[in-house]
């Protein structure tokens, strides 16, 4: 809910992985935050606070940006006119927004309950010649989309008004216009969708329907007025307890509960705006033609007003779920272009652990419409990584956290972490975290860096409290904090702060029944695959001129590429949601160095160019998220000075949106300069495979001008003979779906990857050309889009025989936490999910006695038991697909494999290998059992086996050198495991393609003498 009173290979990850390597017996680092942390925080309140830094620290960015608004739907009738129709002309005229501020457009969308197609532009116009200063809706049925959402105030609730004349001169029929909101912003519009929180109908005898989504056509409350020409409606929502609905129709009021199945009114939605009408020769009217047309009584300008930020306000999400709601609805209640999920995570330094079930909640029927903790200590971990942008090299995120729902004393707390390691527990006061705050109820802080705390200057206790804290990363290493408005630390820090920060937030309870709650999560700018979308998704030339493909690919994209060419309409940006679009500048900056050229060269014209095209772009503007550059600018002739200063015309013209660069794959061989105004940059090479790309993808990082800048990829979509040079040469539509999957393979080992733009998306019959190319990208994009949790990609870790310890790693190396467990010795360390699915927990087998000890906490033995004889090897998997890891062992002596799914009895016996040869097993094809698989050490090679019935092994794949130790692991998230080695000798983890010998993980972690792990532990 939102309140608008806001109360190269081999290289190291990181320095935390760094240090772990060269540490001695320890492990882990010792910290002051070990011992200390609990006292100081117990002293914040009243203790003297050490320093608030030295000032120096950037300024937060303010990222929940509020204000009424009010369109008057007052036009010249003469800007009628086509293709515009007068929907976005004139908006800050008619709007008369904020100074520095523009008007919000809206977005033209179906209507209808069967297509996401918007009809043609001329169904819905604004002042009309025969309905001037008005909003018609004409020839049918149509919608639009306020491209801002409505959003509570300070008293928990918002109020949309306006006057409808359903049908314009009948006062009989049962035509109605429409007012939905809903918290989608990729809705149709139409009242009964499933997307819809209200929906509103008033039909032209005056007859009064109130609806929410999933209900049918059958209204939940129905009631009327006196049949008139128009109707003065206005609709104000409660998100309180009460649930109310109160609906004013020409001076008459209804107040009006909400269904039994909605806990609380969102806190926010989309405006929508629409018409049926059964008669093509019938219009609708909004506004009363004298000033009144819309109002809101407040909306959220900064969700929408870019494609960076996320934003999430945990409104109306189902909680009846295996994940009390945490990852449902995220495309709903997310209103950012962009969306992310979440992790449960224990909160508390050590090895990773599941925290119990419930104790991390989205909207639930206690707490509803935010984020709870009501179980103890318990933490989220965001999927995604706040990110320094490239124009400021900063990053900030934005919580409202309260500590203790109904209490204002107290040193029970909430907080909220960035952290260096991909997967850390969501602890605070771990050494992974480059800083986190933890807010105590009463109102004490304690900042942490890298585990050690340091007292702050307390504020006024106020039950909730919103944070925001603002990182400037790479050689500035700074950072502000902020509570409440009060700033209580700024300037230089002591840990180290990531250009990719990982957000936690968490909670501690001393007592049972409390309860804390965090809202209105936002960040600035997030990294890791964000956006998909086409390249053209428009044909601007023959034979379709003109022809938006865009609805065809709606549901599974975001951010498509718009060429215009020779076409200067601007029409389909109407159809655009917000920071949706992207548009090329070619018309503006550059000319054909003669007719049909494909060299260009400046347009001397370009900066006043792409100032009109702002100015006739108009209140349109917040459509585009991103502009490009001339496309493989280096390719078509101009040089690296041009190209500077066609980047700084850019930027100069469009100061706020995404500046993306494309190269060609010579260009990204080489050192091609790229401009510092560059956000993303990327490159096209089509069907070449995952090695080619990868190569290239590595050596474009070394010559990027700010190591903020972001990157992108271009994966192929078809065949067809002339689209993507590569492709139409004996690829199969199998071939380039395969591609497309190691694209997204790619982007899921590097937060640097945000945007994959796919080339071409040629029209409707696309899905029959190459159906399997086509499936692979609506199952990428879709949980691109809709933020779809995909299988973790392993960790790594060691096991230290001369101290029993185990420490993990996240994902991308940095350490995150360790224990000891099993006694040292000869115990041959494991880990597993022995309980079901979830995070792999620690346990270990004596080869002495052949007996396993299993952990389900990291701490105390769950289980003991025999299995095998002396000299087996043992072995951990989930044979039979069960949903969880049982125990097996390998024989050396005759080369079989014994496993078990019940720990005690031998469910299958396969034999496999050669004398020599050593053991591994793994989930090879991505169905959810673990088969076995062999390593031959003298040529270094791996048979895998995908039965554990039958011996019939894949053809053998040569990985690593003469030494190395085989390993498994899924390292880019595609739920298939596939082979790997760790080299004793540098203490480095190494990951393999596919049945590959290409490398695509690698990481060092440990000391000399330790033994390799590998699991699933965030």
Not at 731 to 755: F, G, L, S, W
């Amino acid at each position: 809910m939102i309140l608008t009173q806001r109360l190269r290979r081999g290289l190291l990850a990181g320095a935390s992985a760094l240090a772990l390597a060269l540490l001695p017996a320890g492990l882990a680092p010792t910290t002051a935050g070990a011992t200390t942390a609990d006292a100081t925080t117990a002293g914040a309140t009243t203790a003297a606070a050490a320093p608030a830094g030295d000032g120096s620290g950037p300024t937060p960015v303010d990222l929940n940006t509020t204000r009424a608004f009010a369109d008057t739907f007052r036009l010249d009738p003469s800007q009628d006119t086509d293709p515009m129709y007068g929907l976005n002309v004139g908006i800050d005229a008619r709007q008369s927004p904020p100074e520095k501020q523009h008007g919000i457009s809206y977005t033209r969308v179906s209507g209808r309950w069967d297509t996401s197609v918007a009809p043609d532009q001329w169904f819905v116009q604004t002042s009309h010649p025969d309905h001037p200063n008005k909003l018609l809706f004409a020839k049918g049925v149509s919608a639009v989309m306020l491209g801002a959402p409505a959003v509570a105030d300070g008293t928990g609730h918002y109020t949309v008004s306006t006057v409808i004349d359903p049908v314009v001169g009948d006062t009989t029929g049962k035509d109605w216009g429409s007012i939905v909101l809903s918290r989608s912003h990729r809705g149709n519009g139409y009242v009964t969708g499933g997307d819809v929180d209200l929906g509103l109908t008033v039909n032209s005898r005056g007859e009064l329907a109130l609806f929410h989504g999933g209900g049918g056509e059958t209204p939940f409350w129905t009631g009327s007025v006196a049949p008139t020409a128009q109707y003065a409606v206005a609709l104000t929502v409660s998100t309180g307890a009460d649930r109310a609905v109160t609906l004013t129709v020409n001076g008459t009021p209804f107040t009006v509960s909400a269904p039994a199945g909605v806990t609380r009114w969102p806190g926010s939605g989309f405006l929508y705006l629409g018409a049926y009408l059964s008669d093509p020769n019938r219009v609708t009217t909004f506004g009363d033609g004298a000033g009144h047309g819309l109002n809101v009584s407040r909306i959220d300008t900064s969700a929408t007003r870019s494609a960076k930020p996320l934003v999430d306000t945990f409104d109306g999400a189902p909680n009846a779920t295996a994940d009390f709601g945490l990852n449902q609805d995220l495309g709903a209640r997310q209103p950012s272009l962009i969306s992310a999920d979440y992790t449960a995570v224990s909160g508390v330094k050590g090895l990773a652990l599941d925290p119990p079930a419930g104790s991390v909640q989205v909207n639930s029927p206690a707490q509803p419409n935010v984020l709870s903790f009501p179980k103890g200590t318990s933490a989220v971990r965001l999927n995604k990584p706040a990110t320094s942008d490239v124009q400021s090299g900063a990053y900030t995120v934005h919580a409202v956290l309260t500590p203790v729902v109904g209490a204002t004393t107290g040193q029970d707390w909430a907080s909220l972490a960035v952290s260096n390691a991909s997967g850390g527990t969501g602890a605070v006061d771990a050494e992974d975290v480059a800083l986190g705050l933890r807010v105590q109820a009463d109102g004490g802080l304690t900042l942490f860096q890298g585990g050690t705390p340091t007292a702050l200057t307390a504020v006024p206790a106020a039950g909730s409290y919103e944070v925001s804290v603002a990182l400037a990363t790479g050689d500035k290493q700074q950072a502000t904090v902020r509570v409440n408005g009060a700033t209580v630390f700024s300037g230089r820090t002591d840990a180290r702060l990531p250009r990719d920060g990982y957000v936690s937030l968490g909670a501690h309870h001393s007592a049972a029944g409390r309860v804390t709650t965090v809202d209105d999560l936002r960040v600035s700018t997030l990294g890791g695959l964000g956006y998909y979308g086409f390249f053209d998704i428009r044909d601007p030339n023959e034979p379709n001129y003109g022809a938006n493909h865009a609805p065809e690919v709606a549901q599974w994209t975001n951010f498509n590429n718009y060429l215009r060419d020779q076409d200067p309409r601007l029409e389909f940006l109407d159809q655009c949601l917000p920071a949706s679009c992207v548009i090329d500048l070619n018309q503006e900056t550059v000319i054909p160095r003669s007719p049909g050229d494909w060299q260009v060269t400046p347009n001397p014209n370009a900066a006043q160019n792409l100032l009109d095209l702002v100015r006739r772009i108009g209140p349109n503007i917040d459509k585009i998220g991103a502009v490009d550059m001339t496309d493989e600018a280096y390719s078509h002739g101009l040089n690296g000075d041009q190209v500077k200063a066609q980047a700084q015309q850019i930027r100069a013209a469009f100061p706020d949106k995404t500046l993306i660069m494309s190269l060609d794959r010579w260009n990204a061989e080489q050192t091609a300069p790229i401009p510092p105004e560059v956000d993303i940059v990327g490159f096209d090479y089509y069907c070449v495979g995952r090695g080619e790309i990868q190569w290239r993808l590595a050596n474009l990082k070394t010559f990027l001008s700010s190591p903020d800048q972001h990157l992108m990829l271009f994966p192929e979509s078809t065949n067809e003979q002339g689209v993507a040079d590569g492709c139409y040469s004996g690829k199969t539509d199998a071939d380039v779906a395969a591609y497309n999957d190691e694209y997204r393979a790619i982007a899921a080992q590097d937060p640097r990857v945000v945007y994959l733009q796919n080339f071409r998306w040629l029209g409707p019959d696309q899905p029959t050309k190459v159906p399997l190319t086509v499936a692979a990208q609506q199952r990428i994009g879709s949980a691109v889009v809709n933020a779809t949790p995909t299988p973790a990609p392993a960790s790594v870790g060691v096991y230290r025989p001369s101290d029993a310890g185990f420490a993990e790693a996240a994902h991308n190396g940095w350490y995150t936490g360790r224990t000891g467990f099993g006694g040292g010795g000869d115990a041959v360390p494991l880990t597993g999910h022995w309980n079901g699915p979830g995070t792999d927990t620690i346990g270990v087998y004596h080869p002495d006695t052949s007996t396993f000890q299993l952990s389900n906490d990291n701490a105390t033995v769950a289980a003991t038991f025999p299995f095998g004889v002396p000299g087996d090897i043992p072995l951990v998997g989930d044979w039979s697909g069960q949903g969880r890891t049982t125990v097996g062992v390998y024989r050396p002596s005759d080369q079989y494999f014994y496993l078990s799914d019940d720990n005690s009895t031998i469910t299958y016996r396969i034999k496999l290998g050669n004398e020599g040869w050593k053991p591994l097993v793994g989930d090879w094809d991505g169905n959810g059992t673990t088969t076995v698989a062999v390593y031959d050490p003298q040529t270094q090679t791996f048979y895998l086996n995908d039965s554990n019935r039958t011996e019939h092994p894949r053809p053998g794949v040569r990985f690593g050198n003469p030494g190395d130790r085989p390993i498994k692991g899924d390292w880019d998230g595609t739920g298939k495991e596939t082979i790997g080695v760790y080299r004793p000798g540098d203490q480095s983890f190494y990951g393999a393609a596919e049945n590959s010998d290409l490398v695509i993980y690698s990481k060092k972690f440990g000391n000399p003498g330790d033994v390799p792990l590998v699991g699933n532990w965030g």
